[in-house]
C-alpha cells in the first residue's frame, strides 16, 4: 500500500513468478545436484580410466554451463525485477532482513560462476586431481548458496521465533530450515539423474550409451526414499495450524498435492523404464518426457509451499496485500483509501464507486488475481455474485477461506470493490427498483349476517409464510406444502367450539387450481419427501381441494401441494382457499376465505449465481441449485452434486434435523437452522435487517414482502424479535454445542455478538421450539414497554403463538389474531383484504376479530368481562 501498483491483469495472480520462479528453481536445483553428479562422474572415468565417461562429462558441463549459468542466471535477475515489481514491500523486508546472508550468497555464487568456468575450460589443460579439486569447489558453493536461500525461502513460511525476538539467526534457521534443506538436497541430486538422461540419451557408443543412461537413472532412483524421508520431517516440522491449513482446508491446493504424490512414483518408474535397454528412438521422447515431469513436480511442490503462506506473503507478519498484520486494524478503522499512499480517490462517494473500487482493486486484489487470465482469474471466482453479494462474501471471505486476508478497508470501501468487481468486470447487478406488484382486482369476501348466522368460521395459516425452494430435480432446502387450521364456533351468549358432526372442507382459488404448470416440479418434491422423510405418507396425500382432518378442538389439513404460481405462470404468492363447514345434513353451516402464503422468492441467486426462474421475480434456477451443491461439495467435502447428476435430488434436512418438517436428520450434523444461520452469519454481519431480506421473502421492494403484519407498519423489522443475525446464530449455534456437536464451536469462533458483551450472554435455544412469544413484550397483555423480545424464548411447542390458546383453552391465538409476520391488521401487498379476510367477513374492520367492542361475532352480546385474555374489552389501541 506504500508503493506504487504494477498493472497487469490477465497476466495477474503471480503468472509471471510463477513461470519464471518455477523454471529458476528447477534450474537451480540441477545447479546443486548436477555439480555433485559432474565430480562424481569424472571421478568414475578417472577410477576406471574410461576416457569415453570423462568424454560424457565434458559434453554434459557445457550442456549444463549453458543451462544454469544462462538460462539460470536469466531467470534469476528476472525474479529479482519481478518480485520487486509485484511486492516491493516485501522484497525490502528481505533485503533489510537478510542483508548479511544476501552478502555471502552473493560470495558463494560468484565463487560459483568462477569454478564452473574453470572446470569447463580446463578440461584435457589441467591435471585430474586439480581438475576434480575444481569441481569439489563448484559443488560446495553451490550447496553453500542453497543453504543460504533455503533459509530465507522457508522464513517467509515458517518465520518462528523470529515474530517475537526480530533475531537475524532465529530468521535463518526457522523451525523448517532443515528439514527444506536435506528435501531440497536429495530433490537435487534426483533431478541431476533427469538432467543426466537428455546427454546420455544422444551418445553415439550404445554400449556407453545404455551405461551412462542405468548410471543416470540409479541418480533419479537412489535418493528417492531419503527424498521421501525429509518431504516427511517437513511436514512435520510445520506448525500444526499450518499442516491443517495446508492439507485439510485448502482444497484449492488438493490438485498439487495430488500431482506431487502421483508424479514422484511417475519419476522412479520412469527412471526404471529407462534402464532397460531400448533403441535411441523410444529413449529420446521418454527423456523429454521425463524432464517435463520433474518439471511439474517442481511446481507442484512450489505451489504447495507458496500456498500454504497465504494470506501472508511473510506467514503471521505481512499479507499478501503488502499490508503488515499488526497494522490491519488500523485500516479497517480509518480505511485503505486514507492510508493508502499511491491513490487518487480518497473516499468512497456515489459518484466515483467505479473509480474507488478499480483503485481498491488494484491494491488489494491484483496481487493474488488476475483480470481474465489463465491463474486465479477474479471474473471466473466472482461470477455468480450481486455486488450485495460480493461485498457480503467479502466481509467473511477470511472465515471459511483460510488463504483469503481480512479484508482490509472501510464497510463503504468494500461496497465499491464488490461494485467494481461484480458489476464493472462481471456486469451483475441488484434490482434497482421495486418489483410492480400485479394487485388483486376486486377481492371476494364471503357474506355474514351477525343478526342470522348460527356459526362463525374462522381459518388460518400456520405460518405467516411458507417458503420453499423449487428447483426439485437438484435441490430442496425445504419441501413445499403448507398448513391451514379452522375452528368452527357456534354462536351464542355462551359460544361452543363444534368438531363432531362436521365435515369442513377446502378449495383453493380457481386461478391456482390448474395443477399440470406445476406437475413435474410436485412430483419431484413429492418423490423426495417420500424417499427420504416421511415413506408411505409423504407430500401427495392432500390435493387442492378436501377435506380437513379433525382434531380435537380444530380441524387441520398439511402438505397442501399449492405453488405461488397462476395457470399463466405469474407469481402470486398469496393464494386464497375457501373453507366450508357442512353438517352431517348436508347443510352449509359456515363458510370463509383464507390466505394460504406460499413463497419462492428466496435470495440464494444474489451469491450462487443463476436468476429467477418464473416471472422475472421468483423461483430457484436449476443453475443455481447446482451452483449451491458445488459449493457445498467444496467446502464440506461431500457428493451432493454427483447425487444430484444421478437423478438423486438433494433435501437438506435428511442430513439437518428440522423440526418443522419434523425430520430427524444425521445426529452429528448441526439442525439446519443453525448450519445455514451459523454459516451465513459469518458473512452477513453488522448490516441488520437489511441482509436477513437477501435470503428471506421480507424485502419490502420484493415480489413477496412476507413482513406484512401490524409490527411492521409500526416500525419493526425481523430483528426486533429475532435479532442480529449475529446473535441469533449464536443462540442457534449454543444449543448445538451443548449437544458437544463440534461444527457449532467452529462457527461460533467466528462470529461476534452484536448487542451483547459476550458470547455467554445470548440464550441458546432449538428452532421452532424456543422462540420469540408475544407477552415477552405485551406483559400482561397490555401496551408493550419494550420493543425486543430476543434472548426470552418459549419454553416448548406447545408455547409458540401459532399453538397456543386463549384463557378458556379452546380457541387458538392465531383463529383470532392471524398467522405469525400477518397479525392483524396486516397489509398485504397485492390486496388490501387478502390478509384480512376474516375480519372484513365478520366485523368489516381489519382488526382482531372481536377487537373494538365486536364480541358480539361470537357472543351475540354484550361481553361484561374478559373471557379469553386481559385488556381485550377495549378500543383497538393501534389504528
Request: glycine fraction near 8%; proline fraction near 5%; aromatic fraction near 12%.
Amino acid at each position: 500500500m506504500n508503493y506504487p501498483v504494477w498493472q497487469l491483469d490477465g497476466a495477474g495472480g503471480g503468472l509471471l513468478i510463477a513461470l519464471m520462479a518455477i523454471f529458476h528453481v528447477y534450474v537451480a536445483h540441477f545447479a546443486v545436484g548436477g555439480g555433485l553428479f559432474l565430480v562424481m562422474t569424472e571421478m568414475k572415468g578417472i577410477r576406471e580410466n574410461n576416457q569415453a565417461i570423462i568424454d560424457f562429462v565434458r559434453r554434459h558441463t557445457k550442456f549444463f554451463l549453458l543451462l544454469t549459468m544462462v538460462a539460470g542466471g536469466m531467470t534469476g535477475v528476472g525474479i529479482w525485477f519481478t518480485i520487486s515489481l509485484l511486492n516491493p514491500a516485501a522484497t525490502s523486508k528481505l533485503i533489510h532482513l537478510f542483508v548479511f546472508a544476501w552478502g555471502i550468497e552473493w560470495v558463494f555464487f560468484t565463487a560459483e560462476i568462477l569454478s564452473l568456468f574453470i572446470y569447463y575450460y580446463t578440461f584435457g589443460r589441467m591435471d585430474n586431481r586439480n581438475h576434480v579439486i575444481i569441481g569439489w569447489i563448484y559443488f560446495g558453493c553451490a550447496w553453500l548458496s542453497l543453504f543460504v536461500i533455503n533459509g530465507i525461502i522457508d522464513f517467509m513460511l515458517t518465520p518462528g521465533a523470529w515474530l517475537q525476538n526480530n533475531n537475524f539467526w532465529s530468521a535463518l534457521f526457522n523451525p523448517t530450515f532443515w528439514p527444506a534443506l536435506f528435501f531440497r538436497s536429495f530433490l537435487a541430486f534426483m533431478l541431476a539423474g533427469l538432467y543426466g538422461f537428455l546427454t546420455a540419451v544422444n551418445l553415439k557408443d550404445v554400449v556407453l550409451r545404455v551405461r551412462m543412461v542405468r548410471y543416470c537413472a540409479l541418480w533419479l532412483i537412489a535418493p528417492f526414499l531419503l527424498f521421501l524421508g525429509s518431504a516427511w520431517w517437513y511436514r512435520a516440522a510445520l506448525p500444526p495450524e499450518l499442516q491443517v491449513l495446508i492439507f485439510e482446508r485448502m482444497p484449492e491446493i488438493k490438485p498439487y498435492l495430488d500431482a506431487f504424490i502421483i508424479l514422484g512414483p511417475m519419476l522412479m518408474l520412469g527412471g526404471l523404464i529407462m534402464a532397460i535397454r531400448m533403441p535411441q528412438s523410444i529413449t529420446r521422447p521418454i527423456a523429454a518426457v521425463m524432464l517435463v515431469l520433474g518439471l511439474l513436480y517442481m511446481g507442484s511442490f512450489e505451489f504447495i509451499r507458496e500456498a500454504g503462506r497465504r494470506p501472508y506473503i511473510i506467514r503471521d507478519h505481512m499479507y499478501s496485500t503488502s499490508i503488515l498484520k499488526k497494522d490491519m486494524e488500523l485500516i479497517q478503522q480509518n480505511g485503505f483509501l486514507q492510508e493508502a499512499k499511491w491513490v487518487s480517490s480518497r473516499e468512497v462517494t456515489r459518484d466515483n464507486m467505479m473509480t474507488a473500487g478499480r483503485e481498491l482493486f488494484n491494491n488489494l486484489c491484483l496481487p493474488c488475481h488476475s483480470v481474465g487470465g489463465p491463474l486465479n482469474d477474479i471474473r471466473k471466482v466472482t461470477g455468480n455474485y450481486t455486488p450485495r453479494g460480493l461485498e457480503a462474501k467479502i466481509g467473511g471471505i477470511h472465515n471459511f477461506s483460510p488463504y483469503m486476508p481480512p479484508f482490509a478497508g472501510s464497510g463503504l470501501e468494500r461496497k465499491a470493490l464488490a461494485y467494481y468487481i461484480a458489476y464493472g468486470l462481471n456486469n451483475r447487478r441488484d434490482r434497482m427498483d421495486d418489483v410492480a406488484i400485479r394487485e388483486i382486482g376486486d377481492e371476494e369476501i364471503p357474506a355474514f349476517n351477525g343478526e342470522s348466522d348460527k356459526y362463525v368460521l374462522l381459518a388460518w395459516s400456520d405460518m405467516g409464510m411458507k417458503s420453499y425452494t423449487d428447483a426439485s430435480g437438484s435441490w430442496m432446502i425445504l419441501p413445499p406444502g403448507g398448513t391451514i387450521n379452522a375452528q368452527l364456533i357456534e354462536r351464542g351468549e355462551t359460544p361452543d367450539v363444534i368438531v363432531d358432526g362436521v365435515t369442513i372442507s377446502y378449495a383453493v382459488d380457481p386461478e391456482f387450481s390448474d395443477p399440470a404448470q406445476q406437475v413435474d416440479f410436485w412430483q419431484n418434491a413429492a418423490a423426495l419427501y417420500d424417499r427420504e422423510i416421511a415413506p408411505n405418507t409423504g407430500l401427495s396425500g392432500n390435493g387442492l381441494t378436501g377435506v380437513m382432518k379433525p382434531g380435537e378442538e380444530w380441524f387441520t389439513v398439511s402438505l397442501l401441494p399449492v405453488v405461488p404460481y397462476t395457470a399463466e405462470r405469474r407469481y402470486m404468492p398469496y393464494p386464497a382457499f375457501t373453507v366450508t363447514a357442512v353438517s352431517s345434513a348436508g347443510e352449509v353451516l359456515a363458510a370463509t376465505r383464507v390466505v394460504a402464503p406460499v413463497a419462492t422468492e428466496m435470495g440464494c441467486q444474489i451469491c450462487h449465481g443463476g436468476h429467477w426462474a418464473v416471472d422475472n421475480r421468483a423461483g430457484l434456477s436449476v443453475e443455481t441449485a447446482e451452483n449451491i451443491l458445488a459449493a457445498h461439495d467444496r467446502i464440506s467435502g461431500t457428493n451432493l452434486q454427483g447425487l444430484a447428476d444421478n437423478n438423486m435430488p438433494v433435501l437438506c434436512n435428511c442430513c439437518h434435523a428440522d423440526s418443522s418438517q419434523d425430520a430427524p436428520g444425521n445426529k452429528e450434523q448441526l439442525n439446519l437452522s443453525a448450519a445455514i444461520h451459523g454459516f451465513h452469519a459469518n458473512f452477513l454481519g453488522e448490516r441488520g435487517a437489511m441482509y436477513c431480506v437477501m435470503c428471506h421473502p421480507a424485502d419490502s421492494g420484493g415480489a413477496t414482502r412476507s413482513f406484512r403484519g401490524i409490527h411492521r407498519g409500526l416500525g419493526l423489522n425481523c430483528t426486533y424479535c429475532h435479532g442480529e443475525i449475529e446473535d441469533h446464530a449464536i443462540s442457534l449455534l449454543k444449543a448445538e454445542h451443548e449437544q458437544g456437536k463440534e461444527r457449532a464451536a467452529v462457527l461460533l469462533g467466528n462470529i461476534r455478538p452484536a448487542n451483547f458483551e459476550s458470547v455467554d450472554a445470548v440464550v441458546p435455544r432449538r428452532p421452532w421450539v424456543n422462540q420469540p412469544d408475544c407477552l415477552d413484550c405485551h406483559e400482561g397483555f397490555q401496551a408493550p414497554e419494550v420493543d425486543t423480545t430476543f434472548n426470552r424464548w418459549t419454553a416448548g411447542e406447545e408455547d409458540l403463538y401459532r399453538n397456543r390458546t386463549d384463557e378458556s383453552g379452546r380457541l387458538r391465538c392465531a383463529a383470532c389474531h392471524g398467522s405469525p409476520h400477518a397479525v392483524y391488521p396486516a397489509m398485504n401487498p397485492y390486496s388490501p383484504y387478502r390478509d384480512v379476510l376474516q375480519p372484513m367477513q365478520y366485523q368489516g374492520q381489519f382488526y382482531p376479530i372481536g377487537s373494538n367492542m365486536n364480541c358480539k361475532v361470537c357472543h351475540t352480546i354484550d361481553m361484561e368481562y374478559e373471557m379469553h385474555h386481559p385488556n381485550m374489552l377495549r378500543e383497538f389501541r393501534n389504528q
